[in-house]
T-cell receptor
Framework: GAVVSQHPSRVICKSGTSVKIECRSLDFQATTMFWYRQFPKQSLMLMATSNEGSKATYEQGVEKDKFLINHASLTLSTLTVTSAHPEDSSFYIC????????????????FGNGTRLTVT | AQTVTQSQPEMSVQEAETVTLSCTYDTSENNYYLFWYKQPPSRQMILVIRQEAYKQQNATENRFSVNFQKAAKSFSLKISDSQLGDTAMYFCAFMKHSSAGKSTFGDGTTLTVKP
């Protein structure tokens, strides 16, 4: 089955530094990936849609200069949290859908295992 | 725009019993997909079951089944013979047909299976 790998699973950084999170589709190509933020016991909040070879589409209220997204290949999207502050501490998840199989129009999202970011 | 509502923030069930999680949604679309995802304490999101809106037959996956009522815009999840490993947060999700995957999620229901 389709697998999405997210790295790192856990990161601690100092306030003011930048952190990069990677999301890879291991056995399928993903022209579109999604980045979410999740607070404890809450739902996934979509931050942005990452588009291969073009600019990401950010949801309302998400600072694009703060959360830089790059999707330079069909299997890799990165989210960089720039000048991180303690309020950026959260759980970040990526997902993608495998659209390669014509018989799988009902294919679900496949999720990375998440990154717990702690900014001190 | 679509909305997904899960009205039960928390539920509990005894092991081996049956539990139903509710989900309602609102959309003007006619072709779409509905999903239930599970997020256990590990926080890895896992697909539980999916339903195509054009199919009248309710989807089933082993102990998991749905009651899909298109006219009522309702999509409940029934878990039979609950197991301790079913303890997780469950999210109902809506996706438009032929979508790249952008989905609308409910707020989630935290299910605890008690021994």
């Amino acid at each position: 089955g389709a697998v999405v790998s997210q790295h790192p699973s856990r990161v601690i950084c100092k306030s003011g530094t930048s952190v990069k999170i990677e999301c890879r589709s291991l056995d399928f190509q993903a022209t579109t990936m999604f980045w979410y933020r999740q607070f404890p016991k809450q739902s996934l909040m979509l931050m942005a849609t990452s588009n291969e070879g073009s600019k990401a589409t950010y949801e309302q209220g998400v600072e694009k200069d703060k959360f830089l997204i790059n999707h330079a290949s069909l299997t890799l999207s990165t989210l960089t949290v720039t000048s991180a502050h303690p309020e950026d501490s959260s759980f970040y998840i990526c997902s993608a859908r495998d659209l390669g199989d014509p018989g799988q129009d009902n294919s679900p999202l496949h999720f990375g295992n998440g990154t717990r970011l702690t900014v001190t | 725009a679509q909305t997904v509502t899960q009205s039960q923030p928390e539920m509990s069930v005894q092991e081996a019993e049956t539990v139903t999680l509710s989900c309602t949604y609102d959309t003007s679309e006619n072709n779409y997909y509905l999903f239930w995802y599970k997020q256990p304490p590990s926080r890895q999101m896992i697909l539980v079951i999916r339903q195509e809106a054009y199919k009248q037959q309710n989807a089933t996956e082993n102990r998991f089944s749905v009651n899909f009522q298109k006219a009522a815009k309702s999509f409940s999840l029934k878990i039979s013979d609950s197991q301790l490993g079913d303890t997780a947060m469950y999210f109902c999700a809506f996706m438009k047909h032929s979508s790249a995957g952008k989905s609308t999620f409910g707020d989630g229901t935290t299910l605890t299976v008690k021994p």
